[in-house]
């Protein structure tokens, strides 16, 4: 599901990143009262009142930056701005209306975005007055306390209001309704053969092909049918170390890149077969994973090891347990897109996978499950107390999420939980799914879920 965008935004210092912790939910977000602590721009999927949103906050917007590092935030929070489908133009209400926040407001206004003025460190009705410079600026405008959440509903509110409709992927969020197509994002470091993997399952050369990093710059949706199955197959740009990044449009590709995550069900993790998996692939796989969508590895250009005397399968599926030790539960494979070897095993495993992912557990059989499971291992106590169990149900698919009742909800460890998931996994399967699972207090007898 692609989610609409809203970026946060204004000079610095002036309390973005604490209205964007407030909205998330939990401190992300580094808050500090030197200027310039926030460098790069933080994303967030979060609810807001009924609408997910990917939240964005962005380092200082300084008119005329004259540094490197203001240069560079200024980048960044332009590419944001871009990005947006609203904007949230955050400013010092103790401090009043600059010539600074002019200048920012003018870029605003010729970016053509819903853009949402809000007067930050109003803490109460008696600092009310200190708003009264901002009415003049022409904007929407409302007034916050970030740190103690004055304000905040009216801002959302004001945010749905300029929110695009939501799109039939966002509409598809109903557990129950069955996708017409499976859709599937490749994913990997720049260079990593992605587009040469999409032409040879396209079967024509649908996507550019260059040893140069970088060459693909945008998504570029490729249509499949094999058999009587469809497929979407997103090709997209490369994803990089942020250090790394060093040009404007390749970090705007890079979040295009995290995007397409959104709007798939499951994603192709393509991992360069002659240097092994690093720790870029699995901060990239564990995104997805956090995502809630399906993963398969990809290990391209084998053809390229059979020369190379430390490089061989058993070594590599190690390293891969090693390196990516949170995406055990995916499948993977050997290919080499250039050649084609093992590319005909990608459809049926997507497929397969597809099935696990979109897979329900009846009810009853969850809660033989979870007795065994108590049986087996039973929750550590709390205080002294037992931590009960009473019974289990499957709250939605894509991906299986599960929901147990229990006496004492905080009671059950992270432990406990990673336990109860390994043992779904032994039962059910669900190869190549992350699952989900919450505890909750034990409703009681006519109470609603």
Same mark, same amino acid.
């Given at each position: 599901?692609?989610? +609409?965008?809203?970026?946060?935004?204004?000079?610095?210092?002036?309390?973005?990143?604490?209205?964007?912790?407030?909205l998330?939910?939990?401190?992300?977000?580094?808050?500090?009262?030197?200027?310039?602590?926030?460098?790069?721009?933080?994303?967030?999927?979060?609810? !807001?009142?009924s609408?997910?949103?990917l939240?964005?906050?962005?380092?200082?917007?300084?008119p005329?930056?004259?540094?490197?590092? !203001?240069?560079a935030m200024?980048?960044q929070?332009?590419?944001?701005?871009?990005e947006?489908?609203v904007?949230?133009?955050?400013?010092?209400?103790?401090m009043?209306w600059?010539?600074a926040?002019?200048?920012?407001?003018?870029?605003?206004?010729?970016?053509?975005?819903?853009v949402?003025?809000?007067?930050?460190?109003?803490?109460?009705?008696r600092?009310? #007055?200190?708003a009264?410079?901002?009415?003049?600026?022409?904007m929407?405008?409302y &007034?916050?306390?970030?740190e103690?959440?004055r304000g905040?509903?009216?801002v959302?509110?004001?945010v749905?209001?300029?929110? +695009?409709?939501?799109?039939?992927?966002?509409a598809e969020?109903? +557990?129950?309704?069955?996708?017409?197509d499976?859709?599937? *994002?490749?994913?990997g470091?720049?260079?990593?053969?992605?587009? &040469?993997?999409?032409?040879r399952?396209?079967?024509?050369?649908?996507?550019l092909? %260059? #040893?140069?990093?970088? &060459?693909t710059?945008?998504?570029?949706?490729?249509r499949?049918t094999?058999?009587e199955?469809?497929?979407v197959?997103? #090709?997209?740009?490369g994803i990089?170390?942020?250090?790394?990044?060093?040009?404007?449009?390749?970090?705007?590709v890079s979040?295009?890149?995290?995007? &397409?995550?959104e709007?798939?069900?499951?994603?192709l !993790?393509?991992?360069d077969?002659t240097?092994?998996?690093? #720790?870029?692939?699995?901060?990239?796989?564990?995104l997805?994973?956090d995502?809630?969508?399906? !993963?398969?590895?990809?290990?391209?250009?084998?053809?390229l090891?059979?020369?190379?005397?430390?490089?061989?399968?058993?070594?590599?599926?190690?390293?891969?347990?090693?390196?990516l030790?949170?995406?055990?539960?995916?499948?993977?494979?050997?290919?080499?897109?250039?050649t084609?070897?093992?590319v005909?095993?990608?459809?049926?495993?997507?497929?397969?996978?597809f099935?696990?992912?979109?897979?329900?557990?009846?009810?009853?059989?969850?809660?033989? %499950?979870?007795?065994? *499971?108590?049986?087996?291992?039973?929750?550590?106590?709390?205080?002294?107390?037992?931590?009960?169990?009473?019974y289990?149900?499957?709250?939605?698919?894509? +991906?299986?999420? %599960?929901?147990?009742?229990?006496?004492?909800?905080?009671?059950?460890?992270?432990?406990y939980?990673?336990?109860?998931q390994?043992?779904?996994?032994?039962?059910?399967?669900?190869?190549?799914t992350p699952?989900?699972?919450?505890?909750?207090a034990?409703?009681?007898?006519?109470?609603? *879920?």
């Amino acid at each position: 599901m692609s989610l +609409p965008v809203v970026a946060i935004v204004g000079r610095p210092n002036v309390g973005k990143s604490t209205f964007f912790n407030r909205l998330v939910g939990f401190k992300k977000a580094v808050v500090h009262d030197r200027p310039g602590v926030t460098r790069d721009r933080l994303y967030e999927e979060t609810e !807001l009142l009924s609408r997910k949103v990917l939240l964005i906050d962005t380092g200082g917007l300084e008119p005329i930056p004259d540094t490197d590092l !203001l240069q560079a935030m200024r980048h960044q929070s332009l590419v944001a701005v871009e990005e947006a489908d609203v904007i949230l133009f955050i400013v010092d209400g103790r401090m009043g209306w600059t010539a600074a926040d002019a200048d920012v407001a003018d870029m605003l206004r010729r970016s053509e975005k819903p853009v949402i003025l809000v007067v930050n460190k109003i803490d109460g009705p008696r600092h009310e #007055d200190l708003a009264a410079d901002f009415y003049s600026v022409g904007m929407e405008l409302y &007034t916050i306390s970030a740190e103690h959440g004055r304000g905040t509903y009216e801002v959302l509110e004001a945010v749905e209001s300029c929110l +695009p409709e939501p799109s039939a992927e966002e509409a598809e969020e109903d +557990p129950d309704a069955e996708p017409s197509d499976i859709r599937i *994002a490749v994913l990997g470091r720049p260079n990593i053969g992605k587009s &040469t993997l999409v032409n040879r399952l396209v079967g024509k050369e649908r996507h550019l092909v %260059f #040893d140069q990093p970088g &060459t693909t710059m945008d998504p570029v949706d490729s249509r499949v049918t094999v058999g009587e199955q469809d497929y979407v197959i997103v #090709d997209t740009a490369g994803i990089r170390k942020r250090a790394k990044i060093g040009d404007h449009l390749e970090r705007f590709v890079s979040l295009q890149a995290i995007r &397409t995550i959104e709007r798939c069900h499951i994603a192709l !993790l393509m991992i360069d077969g002659t240097e092994g998996p690093t #720790d870029q692939d699995a901060k990239l796989a564990q995104l997805i994973i956090d995502r809630g969508r399906a !993963l398969i590895i990809l290990v391209n250009k084998w053809d390229l090891t059979k020369d190379m005397e430390l490089v061989n399968s058993k070594q590599t599926e190690e390293d891969l347990r090693r390196r990516l030790p949170h995406a055990e539960f995916a499948p993977f494979m050997f290919i080499s897109a250039k050649t084609g070897k093992g590319v005909h095993r990608i459809f049926p495993t997507v497929t397969e996978v597809f099935k696990e992912f979109n897979k329900r557990i009846t009810t009853s059989k969850l809660n033989r %499950f979870l007795e065994d *499971a108590v049986v087996a291992h039973s929750p550590p106590q709390k205080h002294h107390h037992p931590v009960r169990l009473y019974y289990m149900t499957q709250a939605r698919v894509r +991906p299986p999420t %599960f929901v147990a009742y229990s006496n004492t909800p905080d009671g059950v460890t992270t432990a406990y939980k990673r336990y109860l998931q390994n043992r779904l996994r032994e039962v059910f399967g669900f190869e190549g799914t992350p699952l989900k699972l919450f505890v909750r207090a034990r409703r009681k007898a006519g109470e609603e *879920a």
